[in-house]
């Protein structure tokens, strides 16, 4: 039953991960695993090419509307997608030693 729970658990924790979003400066990105690669990905390349941090790029956000944003505002849509996607990822566990 433990082991039906958890798995329940680590799935319900796959869907909110999925589901995500964060906002920042008032637009709302997905902060999905896939997007959250995106954006490191992005971030990556423009400091591995010395791009200035307010240097722009085009995203789709979680509307489907395209933005122009900066690398600085994807670091911290980056950022804060991560911290929610952490607060989900320990749940399973608490739940299970509860």
Do not use: C, H
């Not at 990905?41 to 090419?49: E, F, G, L, P």
């Not at 489907?64 to 749940?91: C, F, P």
């Amino acid at each position: 039953v433990a082991a039906e729970e958890l798995a329940q658990a680590k799935a319900e924790r796959a869907d909110a991960v999925s589901r995500i979003t964060v906002t920042v400066d008032g637009m709302v990105f997905d902060g999905d695993e896939v997007s959250q690669e995106r954006m490191a990905r992005t971030i990556t390349a423009a400091v591995a090419t010395g791009e200035d941090m307010s240097a722009t790029t085009t995203w789709v956000l979680a509307d489907n509307t395209i933005a122009q944003v900066s690398i600085t505002q994807l670091a911290q849509a980056l950022r804060a997608a991560g911290e929610q996607q952490t607060a989900l990822w320990t749940i399973p566990y608490q739940e299970a030693t509860a």
